[in-house]
């Protein structure tokens, strides 16, 4: 099974995750505070300030480094 750990800020990363979730079987997880990262998947965000990773984002990718 593939995992795909994503965070949105204005709903369009939510938006395209549900429709490849819907297309293809493949579990998607919101990035929260109180996530745990139990299997091995890839990651998708949002950037900001001219392509930064967001705080949430950043934490969820050390924990799994």
């Known amino acids: 099974m593939i995992h795909i750990y994503y965070d ?3 709903g369009n990363v939510q938006r ?3 429709k490849v979730a819907q297309i293809t079987g493949w579990q998607i997880h919101k990035i929260s505070a109180d996530l745990e990262v139990n299997q091995p998947g890839h990651l998708v965000t ?3 300030n ?3 990773v967001p705080e949430n984002t950043k934490r969820i990718h050390e924990t799994r480094s």
């Open 8 to 10: 949105s800020r204005t």
């Open 16 to 18: 395209f995750m549900d």
């Open 46 to 48: 949002f950037t900001t």
């Open 50 to 52: 001219f392509g930064q």
